[in-house]
């Protein structure tokens, strides 16, 4: 089975420090993402990746950036974090498009204090 | 735009009973597919089942079963005979080219099944 590894489960950090957020899949899928989950609002796009070097904005890139240097990582960055920043956060890959589901990591709960 | 409408926020349930877990979905898109994942309270998201848009065969998988009507544009979801270890948030999804092969999901169904 394929495995996608979130590197924490749970981090806290504060306003202002840069963070990292590190996913790992070992199945050599070509296409990343990272969404963020919060009540009521369920699963949001942060961006995703068809290739290493490339990414995509998703629908709610601002106050993030990430890395995709080999196929196999793909990391979220938060530049400087805020409180709002507070959240569940979920990286997944797949193998295809369009008819693949997705592989979903364990996730990392990140506090912003 | 592709839209996942899971009108049902939250449903509590008691063991043995049978409940349904409602989606609606939105694309203009003719070839598209349809997915239902289950989110345990460790966190992480499980695939369940996966439907094209040009299968409108229900599937049943044990005690799970799905109700695909494109007429309605509904992809629903069924358990049979509930347990507890059903207790979990279940997201349904939908793939689509007009969305660029991104997934969309619906926001969520709070299950809690009560011994």
Redesign the interface.
């Known amino acids: 089975d394929v495995k996608v590894t979130q590197s924490s489960r749970y981090l806290v950090k504060r306003t202002g420090e840069k963070v990292f957020l590190e996913c790992v899949q070992d199945m050599d899928h070509e296409n990343m993402f990272w969404y963020r989950q919060d009540p009521g609002l369920g699963l949001r796009l942060i961006y995703f990746s068809y290739d290493v070097k490339m990414k995509e904005k998703g629908d709610i890139p601002e106050g993030y950036s990430v890395s995709r240097e080999k196929k196999e990582r793909f990391s979220l960055i938060l530049e400087s974090a805020s409180t709002n920043q507070t959240s569940m956060y979920l990286c997944a890959s797949s193998l295809g498009v369009l008819d693949y589901g997705y592989t979903f990591g364990s996730g990392t709960r990140l506090t912003v204090v | 735009a592709q839209k996942v409408t899971q009108a049902q ?1 939250e449903i509590s349930v008691v063991e043995k009973e049978d409940v349904t877990l409602d989606c609606v979905y939105e694309t203009r898109d003719t ?3 349809l ?1 239902w ?1 289950k989110q345990p309270p ?6 369940l089942i ?1 439907r ?1 848009s040009f299968d409108e065969q229900n599937e049943i998988s044990g005690r799970y079963s799905w109700n695909f009507q494109k007429s309605t544009s509904s992809f629903n979801f069924t358990i049979t005979a509930s347990q507890v270890v059903d207790s979990a948030v279940y ?1 349904c999804a939908l ?3 007009s969305s ?4 969309t ?4 169904t709070l299950l809690t099944v009560n011994p």
Do not use: A, H
Request: glycine residues 12%; aromatic residues 30%; without cysteine.
């Open positions: 926020t070839t598209y597919y997915f994942y460790s966190g992480e998201l499980v695939f996966r094209n997201f793939s689509s080219r660029n092969y991104k997934l999901f619906g926001k969520g």
